[in-house]
């Protein structure tokens, strides 16, 4: 196929080959930014958080009036949330992943250390944590029960014992097994033991930069008359047991307001929320580009295709073949795309390089502009099929005729 | 004339329908694309408080750890202690100062048909009603004596005096709250916030306040914030420490009426945290600011980057969108060459010809405009799908509806105009040999 015809012919009309081109640049640029932004939104929505998220809910219990007794309160729950039908484990604790609300604090290796050696997110919970997150244990031991100690706000965190994430344990001790031995959590407390390793807990906040650093306390530690509880419930049974626990607690005492159960499911989608819309709307936008785009090169071409006529017929006329014609105007798109491309490439990269100073996102990683290439590539060849084929009809008789 | 132009752009149009529908659904995407997320990025940015968001000032002391900043980029804390809130109230030295802080209070209604709930309320000092001037539907803010005495009153929210008293007047009666009764002195009128700029800290998005307690009051209940609380060192043992503490959980706003008044404040805080240090706190350089509400806006970062990337995008996508249209349009007049040249050659003039090709345009455009404004309305309604808590900035309002439509009539004539400006310098000659 000569490409020296097509050129001149492109030649003669540039500023539709201008129009097409740089609509093909910009697609490309913008279509390989915001695919990597849905990348980068897909990875954080990955990410495990440790625990069993498909069999657990949460809620909390708000007591009121004077006389409230809230440790008492918590012991009496979570005997009754235990032995309910379908419940697997319970524990109380403040906080779960995802639900972008908790305790962070330093931890030391050193007492009244100046700067921390890791900042880790404060679960307290008591010795069934490990059953009611569904946690995977990796060294260690579990809590014993007597190691759980009553706390209220404001009274200082110091457990004899503690279990940390992996990720966190590494930090600590990079050259050593952590188990047994110990941190300080706070400028004036005695040290605490770390008796176990979990795999993986992620801290409640799921923007923060520390996500896989948390932190175990046994303690019964209500919030003033306030308590949360995780239970886990037998595989299948979580929105059944839900509504049974809703009202056994209820029931249980009336000085007290239930809150709403929450499924651990809608706490990861509402925690995930923005980004899962972020990932949505920028898909909208990519399909509905490159809809426009394929749609205005069906329409260009559709226009030279027509504009051509007579030129398709002489050339017929002279012994062009039908695969000659096709491809005559398959390979004017591949070289309008192509230039478009290679301004959309340079483009891509320059807006790349703004988002990443204005919004300190990443730098958009090199493969993305050739795969962009192949598929807008595969995208013009597609837009064009239906007019060169139309062109490819024409008939030799065309030339002939008068317009 | 110009109504013989406009039937002949229509007639136009309809000859070749797909090439026409590509190009208003085309412009109607971009339009659509672009002022949904216009809007949204618009509605969150719009200042709250127009009439004196350049008094409101929002009250900033750095009492962080001599070893490390607050926050990297070196702004001091964005809460006050429990301390510093009480004698800069003390003070008093702004034309009006208040602070406050989110409380989460169980309340227990007379009604036994209804059950007890969880309300989240704001606790405050009076000034905090004459600063951010909501409407009162009954009764009136308490005042600065029940302040000081520890008075036991409260001011209810709308929905908090429909859900307990069905909408009556309840200014007088009493709510029991934890187990002690509180007197309602007044009950707030709808109060339409966008979001809730004067607690950007404990989230803008939220459900507003369900109630209003005077902070000496609600202190004595010995009660821990359900806001954010963040300390930099142990606050030691029990609620008297927990006061005393160097932790932040306390929002502070002081209203300053002239640049003088601001200039003074900003002096009389940096005279105030020097004699702190000399009792050894504040470790840190002198570092408080007072910034004003569009100014907090900026710094708290009320328009999420994620909104400003989308309505980047989409403009590009506008951009698109109308290259596409100037293509398409091009093709268009090209193929009608012959028809110009006839009326060329008939007497018309290139501005007749400049006028009927721009109309033709301008209608594509306003079809465009029209439907983008439909899609936008479905845009915002996938908007507040999607994010729950931004249905109040998704909201279509009339100054929006305004500019979808002159932007897709300036971005149909901007697309027609060089096509146009094609068509008419056709020569006549030339198209008139067979």
Known sequence: MEIRPILSALMRSKVSMILIGLQVALTLAIVCNALFIIGQRMDRMNRPSGMNEADTFTFGSNGFGQGYDAQAVLRSDLALLRQLPGVADATNTNTTPLSQGGWNSPINLQPRQKSATANTAFYMVDSHALGAFGLRLVAGRNFKDEEVMPMDQGDRIQPSAVIVTKPLAETLFPDSDAVGKQVYLGEDSPPSTIVGVVERMQQPWIDSSTIEYSTLIPAFMPYGNYSRYLVRTEPGRRDEVMKAVEQKLAEANSGRIIGRMRSMEQTRADAYAGDRAMAIILGTVIVALLLVTALGIVGMASFWVAQRTRQIGTRRALGATKGDILRYFQTENFVITTIGLLVGGVLAYALSLWLMQAYQAPRLPWYYVPVGFACLWLLGQLAVLGPALRASRVPPAVATRSV | MLTYYLQLGLRSLKRNPILTALMVVGIALGIAASMTTLTVLHLMGSNPIPWKSDKLHYVQLDNWSPDEPYSEDGRP?????????????????????????????????????????????????????????????????WNRDQDASHARVVVLGKDMNEKLFGGQDSVGKSVRMDGIDYTIVGVLDEWKLRFRYYDLTNGAFVDPDEFFMPFTTAVDLKRRASGNNSCWKSPGEGWDAFLGSDCVWIQMWAQLDSPARLAEYKAFLDSYVSEQKKLGRFPRPLNNRLLDVTEWMEDQRVVSRDVEVQTGLAFAFLVVCLVNTIGLLLAKFTRKAGEIGLRRALGASRRDVFTQFLIESGVVGLSGGFLGLLLTGLGLVAVRALYSEYRTVAQLDWMMVLTTIVLAIVAALLAGLYPTWRACRVQPAAQLKV
């Open chain 2, 77 to 141: 804390p964005d809460q006050v202690t429990y301390r510093d809130a009480v004698a800069l109230m003390e003070a008093g030295k702004a034309d009006k100062q208040t602070v406050m802080f989110k409380l989460s209070l169980p309340i227990q209604p007379e009604n036994r048909d209804l059950k007890p709930f969880q309300a989240l309320g704001r606790v405050t000092y009076a000034d905090f009603f004459a600063m951010f001037e909501p409407r009162f539907k009954y009764g009136h803010a």
